[in-house]
């Protein structure tokens, strides 16, 4: 394997690689046997959680092949980088054609349709980033069109802390909020959220904890960071627009965000790392978030899509349809590390299972934006879905779906699976 990241590849990431696990080996596939992204699982009537590999169209029991001997995902999480290679080699061993484990891993393969998704893992702590820079300049534009980007932004990672608690796997639908609303000179209301959205995110999902008062340097940051997943971090437009200040968002956040169940680790990523580069005429990082090899391979190459499908289409057997498309190296300021470092430079504890969200991941172009609130110019000019619908925002009965996939000539395509979650209708007794 010939390429500028040899020395971060070893033989689980070989693109010739078949496994015994024929789904695995469809080109269209999210989890070919170079990708083994980690998750949870339980099994019909059974309200244990397990912890689970994707392959294919299957889902392999760690525990009931004898590759853990505990159902604790933390603790998975928590190994040391050189544990969690070798178990990751253990896994693509394993799976490859021919290998003497398909007959007793077998019995340990579950069909995904026949299996209850979750969490990934359970999450302590979610802090919610704005790594985003076209977003932050394009919403800035919205509201300070002469100065988009406030003077803090090119020097520190902004972010806010979330709640956890609200973090659901792909699949949980969820209620349309309430919130205060107020228009103009207006006395507020308490109303159902008229301005509902989506943000196309990156979850980040920490493993090996530091010690508390002990901050992580860019150099070992990467060693603390588990994986990747699909992240919604859905919003009330109208409800942050007027609680927002002096704070920050409150009950325009807290009420849902989606998450995609399965953790796409860093060592399937290593392929498709990217320079991280800044225009010339920007500042550079203070020296706790710089670093020689966070210049040379600090970012990662995701492609990023959001589609919708509405009730409407649901019921006509329609699709869902593509509203935008962004790559997460061309959307972040920041990178995986630098959010780890910064997180911590005071002390900051951080445990395994915590998760930050990268915040909106926008790209250059307006048909890149990762938000509603970007795509309408802040609902004034509504989008034409193909069966004659419009939408400004999302409403009841709307399904989003954020799609993401890693690929680059040379190498095997892998993906994120399923972030999707549908909007229904505020209770009677509540609107």
């Known amino acids: 394997m010939s390429s500028r990241t040899d020395h971060f590849l070893d033989r689980t990431h070989d693109p010739v690689i078949q496994s015994w696990v024929a789904s695995a080996n469809d080109p269209c596939t999210d989890f070919p046997p170079q990708n083994l992204p980690f998750g949870r699982f339980r099994l019909d009537g059974d309200p244990d959680w397990r912890i689970g590999v994707a392959i294919g169209d299957q889902v392999l029991d760690l525990r009931a092949a004898g590759l853990v001997d505990h159902a604790d995902m933390h603790r998975l999480m928590a190994l040391p980088r050189n544990a969690r290679r070798a178990l990751r080699q253990s896994l693509s061993d394993g799976f490859r054609r021919n290998s003497a484990t398909q007959t007793p891993w077998e019995n340990a393969l579950h069909p995904a ?22 977003h932050a300049t394009a919403v800035g534009k919205l509201f300070r069109p002469d100065n ?15 709640r956890a608690s609200t973090v659901f796997a792909s699949g949980h639908n969820f209620k349309r909020p309430m919130g205060q609303l107020k228009s103009g000179d207006e006395q507020p209301r308490l109303a159902p959220t008229q301005r509902l959205d989506y943000e196309v995110e990156l979850g980040v999902f920490i493993g090996q904890p530091n010690t508390a008062g002990e901050p992580i340097p860019m150099a070992s940051a990467e060693d603390h960071v588990f994986g990747l997943a699909l992240f919604n971090d859905w919003s009330a437009r109208d409800v942050q627009a007027w609680e927002y200040q002096p704070l920050g968002p409150f009950l325009s956040k807290n009420f849902a965000s989606t998450v995609s169940p399965w953790i796409v680790t860093m060592e399937a990523l290593a392929p498709f790392r990217r320079p991280f580069a800044r225009a010339e005429s920007l500042p550079r990082p203070l020296p706790y978030l710089d670093s020689a090899d966070n210049r040379a391979r600090g970012a990662f190459d995701v492609e990023l899509e959001v589609c919708l499908q509405t009730a409407a289409m649901r019921t006509a057997g329609q699709p869902a349809v593509r509203l935008a498309r962004s790559n997460f190296a061309d959307a972040a300021f920041w990178t995986v590390a630098q959010l780890v470092s910064h997180h911590t430079v005071n002390g900051c504890q951080l445990q395994p299972g915590d998760l930050f969200g990268t915040g909106t991941l926008s790209g250059p172009l307006p048909e890149e934006a990762g938000s509603l609130l970007e795509l309408t110019h802040r609902g004034q000019h509504a989008i034409a879905l193909p069966n004659g619908e419009i939408r400004t925002f999302i409403e009841n009965g709307d399904c989003v779906e954020l799609r993401g996939s890693c690929q680059r000539p040379g190498m095997r395509r892998i993906g994120f699976g399923p972030c999707a979650a549908t909007v229904l209708p505020t209770p009677q007794c509540a609107a």
């Open 148 to 162: 988009p980007l406030l003077p803090n932004y090119h020097w520190i990672p902004i972010g806010y802390h979330g």
């Open 113 to 134: 349709h026949a299996v209850v998704l979750g969490l990934p893992c359970r999450i302590g702590d979610y802090t919610d980033f704005y790594v985003g820079i076209h």
